[in-house]
């Protein structure tokens, strides 16, 4: 499924890898597969989409959790969070040398476990969108409310952000969780007030933010202001004339104060 969250699972321990991946499936992730070492994780890394890692720090093989991690970062950069029973400096240390989204102590239950994925999602999105910042890892006791208790809005800073953009996806908040669309299915952004529908191929997403809010959020310059209300994804346009744009099969109005701007995007030959 296209929205659903693609998580690798690192962890050598049969039991709890199989705990751990039931209990995304229930929240409605999807686990891409499970390593119980480093080669075979990044075996996995290397041949699946994978969105989001959760990597035990200290797995059995030649590498540990977080060699592993440096291992499959140098392919692509991924959001990490790092699980482990261990807190003592130095490991710590290390692994914020590969700079985690997030980290959480065993054990946990599914309410700290979507917390840290969502915060680990924000993180990685803000980090990659302003590279000109210096990435500052998340730490452990900024992920996992110790109590168990369910997160709430006061409670949970992930809530603030309803959509975050990671390489050539979106993760859109609905409910409680994000859930994935893909740039190249969106067809176009329409206002509503406060509101932004994103229209994509297959289903319609609805995001507390205004379209200038939007498009500054998203940064993706395939995106095409044409009107007040509408943005258009310049890779899904069918046609277009001096009045409108031809997207999926929706006409769309393109405005006069938006048209030389929109023009621009198709250099004469």
């Known amino acids: ?27 409605g992730y999807y686990v891409v597969g499970t390593a119980n070492n480093g080669r075979k994780a990044l075996d996995l890394f290397q041949h699946n989409p994978v969105d ?8 059995k093989g ?10 499959l970062v140098s392919v692509r950069q991924v959001p990490v969070i790092y699980l482990t029973a261990l807190t ?21 239950d599914s309410a700290q476990l979507r917390l840290a994925i969502e915060m680990a999602l924000n993180s990685f999105s803000l980090r990659i969108l302003a590279p000109q910042l210096p990435a500052t890892p998340v730490t452990e006791a900024k ?3 110790l109590t168990g208790e369910k997160p709430t809005p006061e409670k949970d800073p992930s809530r603030t952000a309803p959509i975050l953009r990671i390489n050539d996806a979106l993760f859109v908040k609905q409910n409680y ?34 379209l200038s809010q939007m498009i500054e959020r998203l940064q993706a310059n395939r995106l095409a202001r044409t009107h007040r209300s509408f943005v258009v994804n310049l890779d899904r346009i069918d046609s277009f004339s001096d ?18 701007e929109f023009l621009r995007h198709f250099p004469v030959c």
């Open 143 to 145: 992920v996992r409310p």
């Open 88 to 108: 003592d400096r130095s490991t710590i240390a290390r692994a914020k040398e590969t700079f985690p989204a997030a980290y959480i102590t065993k054990p946990f």
């Open 177 to 210: 969780q994000f859930v994935k669309v893909l740039l190249s299915e969106v067809l176009y952004l329409e206002a509503d007030d406060i509101y932004t529908t994103i229209n994509t191929t297959g289903r319609k997403y609805v995001v507390r933010l205004s």
């Open 52 to 59: 989001l890692v959760l990597c035990d720090i200290t797995i």
């Open 1 to 27: 499924m296209t929205d659903r969250i693609n998580i690798l699972i690192v962890e050598d321990e049969a039991i709890l890898a199989m705990d751990l991946s039931d209990m995304l499936e229930d929240e």
């Open 243 to 260: 009045h409108e744009v031809m997207v999926g099969g929706h006409s769309l109005p393109l405005g006069r104060n938006y048209k030389d």
């Open 62 to 71: 030649d590498w540990d959790g977080i060699e592993t991690i440096g291992q």
